[in-house]
Every structure is written in C-alpha cells, then in structure tokens.
C-alpha cells in the first residue's frame, strides 16, 4: 500500500510537516516492521524509523513527487539499519512480538528454530537478494515499490528476487 495513495491531495504539494504527519500515520507501523527484519530489537528498530523520519522531515523539500515519499522513506530506513549493523551495534536476527495463542513448548521450540533458519539463510544472501527478500515476502512490497526504494529497475528486482529464492531453498532444503 503506497502512503502517498492514501495522502489527502496526492501529486499536490502540500506543506510539509502535513507530509510527514500522513506519512508517519499510514507507514510507521510497516516502517518499524521492516526495520525489525534487520535490527535485534524493537527499540533499535523505532529508533531507526524515528530517525528516518527526521531525515525526511529535514529534505522533505527535495520531493517533488509525493507518489515516491513512501519509497523514500522505505529506502532511509533500509540504509540506516545497514549503517546500524555495519557498526556492529546489533545482529540481524529477528524476534518477532510475542503472540498469544495455544501452541505447546515443543510447537514454539520448533518454531523458533525455524524462524531461526530462515533468518540465517537469509544473512548468507548478497545483500540486494536479502533486500529484495524482505521487502517482497515479509514487508510484502509490490516489484515496483522495491525498485522504488532500492533504486533498481523492477526486472533487477525480479533477477535479485529469483536468484534469492533459488538460493534460500538450496540452504533450507533437507539432503534426503
């Protein structure tokens, strides 16, 4: 769901602290989730989009079109959770909130190693394959809005995309 889509007066310039309120209203959420695929915590997590935020708020001149504010913002964040892990400040595993539901120990023991898994084979990625991942299978972006905030073409996304996949299933798939 693009942000501007749902901005009152989208294409029309509008003032810009009303850009990052709308913004912030439509996309915080999915911002932080995408920000938890790459950061330890929560906290680091709404750090990392807290700043994007100001970011944008300090540039928001530089948008001329508002139908890519989104994508903008998606990519401020994707760039300062890779500053944030290049510093070494936190690893990329994910733990995700606590749900309530009525799975034994054993189905969240096994789970959790799952999760686990996936979150390893997903750090052996080149770094555009495990972008394109996330934000297609966990974020759930269209081709387009990843191209958007990756700054790729969409058949780059695609290639990144499919060679991602190929590479997941080789490292998760059990020998038989």
């Given amino acids: 769901m693009d942000a501007a889509a749902e901005l009152p007066g ?18 915080g959420a999915r911002l932080v989730q995408l920000a938890r695929w790459f950061v330890d915590d929560r906290t680091a ?21 508002l139908d890519r504010a989104a994508a903008y913002l998606r990519s401020i964040v994707v760039n300062l959770a890779r500053d944030h892990n290049r510093r ?22 096994a789970a959790d190693e799952s999760r686990r898994e996936v ?16 934000l297609r299978y966990f974020v759930e972006l269209p081709v387009a809005a990843i191209g958007e905030t990756l700054g790729l ?9 499919r060679r991602g996949l190929r590479a997941l299933k080789v490292e998760l798939e059990e020998p038989l």
């Fill in 10 to 27: 989208a294409g029309v310039r509008q003032d810009g602290d009303a850009l990052v309120v709308a913004l912030f209203q439509v996309e």
């Fill in 45 to 65: 997590a709404e750090d990392l989009v807290q700043e994007a935020f100001l970011r944008l708020a300090r540039n928001q001149h530089r948008i001329n079109d």
């Fill in 88 to 109: 070494g400040l936190v690893s990329l595993r994910h733990r995700p909130p606590a749900e309530v539901d009525d799975r034994s120990a054993e189905d969240h023991a």
């Fill in 119 to 134: 979150i390893e084979a997903l750090r052996g990625l080149p770094r555009r394959q495990r972008d394109c991942v996330v």
């Fill in 153 to 161: 073409s969409p058949n780059s996304v695609k290639t990144h995309l």
